[in-house]
Structure formats: C-alpha cells, structure tokens
C-alpha cells in the first residue's frame, strides 16, 4: 500500500537500461488501453482511455490523437504526463512517467497508422486532424499481487534522466 | 480518442446528482483496485494502485494508507487527485476527479478495516501507522467501448462543486 515501504520488499529491484525497458515491454504486452494524465493550467488532473501501439517499449510511447483535443492543449502548457496500465485479471499495475510533445508529422502517422484508428479517424491517415502525442518515459514503476498482496516490484529509471545512476534497492540493482 | 470531439457522440449524456452517482457506483462495482494519481511539488505526477471499498459509490470515497507514504506527502502538499478505474475485459475506463485529505480518525480506520489490509498491516486496525485518505470527487468521465471504439459516455459532475449547474450535453442533461 505504501510505494516507500514497498521499496525494502524483498522482490523490489531497481532496473535500468535495456533490462528496465525489456521488464516494462513484458508488463505492458496485451494492455491494449492505458490511461493518459495530463495536468491543466488551473491545477486539475485529467485522464483519458488511449490506444497503445503494438510495439515493444523502447523508452518512448506514440500514440495518435485529434489535435483539437483537450489534451493536445494541455500538453502544450505543462509536459508532465502519466501513463497507468491495469490488468485485474493478472494483478499488474505499470505506472510510467514521462514528457509528452505534440506533432503532425506526416511520415510518423502513416508509419503508427494501423486500421484500428478508423474508429476515430474515418477519412483514414490522411485526416488533417490527427496528431501524434510522443511520450519519453522518465521512469516507471510496477506492482504486482505477491500471493494475497500488491506489491511495488521494480522501479526503473531511463539512464538518460539519472545520467545512469539509480539508487539502490533492497533486492537488485542493475545497470545495463 | 477526443474527449472534446466525444461530447457530441450520439450517447454521450451528462449526469448529476443520485444518477450520476449511481452510474458511478455502477460502473466501479467490481473493480478492486483503482490508480491514485498525486502531483509532487515539482509537478510530477505519480501513480499507484490502491484497494477500493466495497461500498456503493455516493460521492466519496476512501482508503487506508500508511501515513509515511509519498501520496500522503504529496496530498498535503496538492490536494487534487485522480482516481483512474479500469477493467480491460470490459472495455470500461472510470476516471474520477477529486479533492483528497488525510487523517488518522481512529474510528473512521475502524469502520473502514477489514481482514484485506492485515497484508499491508499485519499488526491490525490499531497500527498507529494507518492513515485514512478521503476524496471528495468532484467530477468524473468514462468510456466504453462502442462496437469497436471507445467512447466517453457520461460526464458526472457533483452539484456541490458547481452549484448544481452542469452544461448540456448532446444527447441529455440530467440534474437530480
């Protein structure tokens, strides 16, 4: 229940680099939506469903989205954006922090487009509208149920954020 | 994918007061853990999961923590709050807005207690380390999923926080 107590579990780790990504690839694998947090000018928070590209996580997250949206907005005031990913029926819960920037570059779109995104864009990839929300994950953080209980299992922190140094857990430590 | 452009779909309604509360109630029933999203003084936001009451949602809701954790630091710093509830097999994502305060109300902790938190306290109700967090929700949204897209359905705002005015939405304007 408390992420500070979590830390001196004895399945806690910090992970880093290539092996950080590839724990968090494995924990968002099959989460096709996750919710977005942005923050407003006046201090509120405001989250939203989006679609996760079908790609394994490489530190940075595409998504596409209507550039007339609130978030597109918002993002243009304050970077600061939260990804959460839930999955009840396995009991993992991925939190990823990161800065979001907002683009129409065209090559990027047709390259995520997929035909997924007609439900929202009918006049397909060519739509004046779409927007492409780039998210480089700073750090993230994951629970899953250790038998009755959720625990925070690994933090991972993005080398180029700590200049490669993670403090050290309870249970591991690596630097790729 | 636009919460802007949702607010026109054909189902989209707002709701207040006794409905939307039950429309709350109704969609939360069942999921266990929701994510509470806090903001750190240096504008970062953060995430965990938290374990949800099993009651019927009336505008409020609460939890146990443990009063050293980083949330309960960070909520005395910002009260605004996120709750994001999210059942992928369902296809429905609850996103609550709110206020949160903390206190160590030893017979709201009692009330609130049952054998599920002995995972995270295992020295039971009287440990003088559980902190009671309250959220008074003010405003919510949530998605489902429509055919093959998802797309917000309500928006509930509590009379309290607007006086019971709400705008009108497309498809319908409920005030209880």
Partial sequence: MSERDDQHAKDY???SGAEGQR?????AKGIHICMMTTVSTDGELSSRPMAVQD???NGVMWFLTR???EKVDEIKQDQHVLL??????????LSLKGRASVSQDRTKIKELWNPMY???FPNGEDDPLIAVLKVEVTEGD???????????????LAAAVT???????????VLV
Same sequence: chains 1, 2.
């Avoid at 724990?23 to 924990?27: P, S, T």
């Fill in 84 to 93: 959460t990913f839930a999955e009840p029926s396995d009991s993992k819960y």
């Fill in 13 to 15: 780790k910090e992970l």
């Fill in 55 to 57: 790609e394994p996580f």
């Fill in 67 to 69: 550039s007339t949206s």
């Fill in 142 to 156: 994951y629970w899953e149920a250790s038998s009755s209980k959720l625990v925070m299992m690994t933090k991972y």
């Fill in 23 to 27: 724990k968090i690839a494995e924990l």
């Fill in 118 to 120: 007609k439900a929202w």
């Fill in 163 to 173: 200049g490669g140094e993670v403090p050290v857990g309870e249970s591991g430590h």
